[in-house]
């Protein structure tokens, strides 16, 4: 498809267990983002890929997040030991970049996490 | 610390009129704004951007404006639909790096 797929787009488990949410971002894009949106709220910032450069993982909230980006193309974020207050919706977003520049970020539906 | 927030949290327009759209910056660093429009159940849809060396920049019934002196960000929409309800979110970075969003005003057009 021409935009960033998410999967899934729901996801219910129970506290404890881990999660694996997907992203695959449009095709070309070097930039990779992942983001945390609750409910009625702005977006928070987890992680941010571009090319081959390490990660900026200074927004991830705790060592249960980690985050993969394989062949510079799919992203898998893992939440691992599921609390309630992880329940949120999980965006992706990806970009370009120009001439050092990065150009706008484009967004998924995300994931809609509950934990029960 | 930095923050991007909104002046308004709700508003509310007729159909046919013009919609502003303001936010506030603090990171004096931040050279590239970006607005965004979420539908509910969606992610956040690209609007328009400007970057720190301009002041505005219109697109199709949009116009951005950036006032740099008092770190001031404002969207208008002119001839403001139904279509154009939503949550508009204002953002703000710097090249290569992630954007810093705000709170969100939600946009209400009544017909």
């Known amino acids: 498809g021409a935009g960033v797929s998410q999967s899934p787009s729901n996801k219910v488990t129970e506290k404890g267990k881990d999660v694996e949410l997907r992203c695959d971002p449009i095709?070309?894009?070097?930039?990779l983002y992942w983001y945390r949106q609750s409910l009625g709220q702005g977006l928070e910032f987890l992680i941010y890929?571009?090319?081959?450069?390490?990660?900026?993982k200074s927004g991830l909230p705790s060592d249960r997040f980690s985050a993969e980006r394989t062949g510079g193309s799919v992203s898998t974020l893992t939440i691992q030991r599921t609390q309630q207050e992880d329940s949120a919706v999980y965006l992706c977003?990806?970009?370009?970049?120009?001439?050092?520049?990065?150009?706008?970020?484009?967004f998924g539906d995300g994931t809609r996490l509950s934990i029960l | 610390g930095e923050s991007v927030g909104l002046h308004l949290p709700t508003l509310s327009v007729q159909e046919g009129d013009n919609s502003i759209i303001n936010c506030a910056y603090s990171?004096?660093?931040?050279?590239?704004f970006i607005w965004y429009k979420q539908e509910s159940g969606k992610g956040p849809q690209f609007i328009i951007d400007?970057?720190?060396?301009?002041d505005k920049r219109q697109g199709q019934r949009v116009t951005v404006l950036l006032n740099k002196t008092v770190k001031h960000l404002s969207l208008q929409i002119a001839a403001t639909q139904p279509g154009d309800s939503a949550v508009y979110f204002c953002?703000?970075?710097?090249?290569?790096?992630?954007?810093?969003f705000g709170e969100g005003t939600q946009l209400t057009v009544n017909p």
């Open positions: 977003a990806s970009s370009a970049r120009d001439r050092g520049y990065n150009q706008p970020q484009h």
């Open positions: 095709s070309g894009h070097t930039a």
């Open positions: 890929f571009q090319g081959n450069s390490a990660p900026d």
């Open positions: 990171n004096s660093a931040s050279d590239y």
């Open positions: 400007i970057r720190s060396n301009m």
């Open positions: 953002a703000e970075g710097t090249s290569g790096s992630r954007l810093t």
